[in-house]
């Protein structure tokens, strides 16, 4: 995968197809890296490359990608990035695709640069429904495996990223109000599980006003017919 270097910050990605840019942001908690694609009940790389231009990447700390650590860091921190990297690539404006951990990703996206999002996709985005408790022990586990490579970090740095990431409500980033005047089109593939409640998949559709939403998605016909609907979908919100 080629790199994207600023200052301290390395970023892998890649680029896969040609045509309107669909930029991916993949599942996988603080670990989110392009190579859990291939864990997904479809990989976007493959079914999207013959008409879009796909462009994944792995966030800081997670994957190839490094970057430094602070106190300060949360979830503009991985916009920042991910603004940065479209920058890098000349990429104005595209389509934002996230699974898990890039539900709010792509929320983020269209909340922080939304004159340079489209539409997006959101499969079984994470949120809160009484499960905090779950998503702070992934931060943890995450942070233990880099403290080494990060002493300067302290204690109550790692405890006030963690709260930033995972401290709010609804889908965590960004709140339910900034949801709520989100004005591109999402279609929200709906979550079933502990991580990505399907009472959360289901508020958010509610909630932004321009959303559509796909219950049963991830075996045999329904996985197909997804696919499908993905596809018309980007097709349909081209610029």
């Known amino acids: 995968m080629p790199t994207f270097k600023a200052g301290k910050l390395s970023i892998h990605y890649d680029i896969e197809g040609e045509g309107f840019p669909v930029l991916l942001l993949a599942p996988g908690g603080m670990r989110s890296a392009a190579a859990l694609w291939e864990r997904a009940p479809f990989d ?27 106190g300060a860091d949360g979830w503009h921190t991985y916009a920042h990035d991910q603004l940065a990297l479209l920058d890098h690539l000349g990429v104005q404006r595209c389509h934002v695709l996230g699974m898990c ?46 403290r080494e490579s990060h002493p300067q970090v302290a204690d109550a740095d790692w405890a006030a990223f963690r709260e930033r ?34 009472s959360v998949s289901e508020a958010l559709a509610d909630v932004a006003p321009r959303a559509e939403l796909l219950h049963s998605w991830k075996e045999g016909p329904d996985c197909d017919a997804a696919v499908q609907r993905i596809r018309g979908f980007l097709t349909e919100f081209l610029p």
Not at 105 to 111: D, E, P, T
Not at 125 to 139: A, K, M, S, T, Y
Request: proline residues 7%.
């Open 44 to 70: 976007p790389r493959k079914v999207l490359a013959d008409s879009f231009q796909v462009i994944s990447m792995d966030q800081r700390n997670a994957g190839a990608s490094r970057g430094p650590v602070s």
């Open 165 to 198: 990431m995972f401290g709010g409500e609804f889908v965590f980033h960004p709140d339910r109000d900034t949801v709520a005047s989100l004005e591109q089109p999402m279609l929200v593939l709906r979550g079933d599980d502990a991580y990505h409640p399907a």
């Open 101 to 146: 951990i890039g539900g709010p990703f792509c929320l983020g996206l269209m909340a922080a640069a939304p004159e340079r999002i489209a539409a997006g996709v959101l499969l079984q985005p994470i949120g809160l429904d009484g499960n905090r408790d779950e998503f702070f022990d992934l931060f943890d586990g995450w942070a233990a495996g880099l």
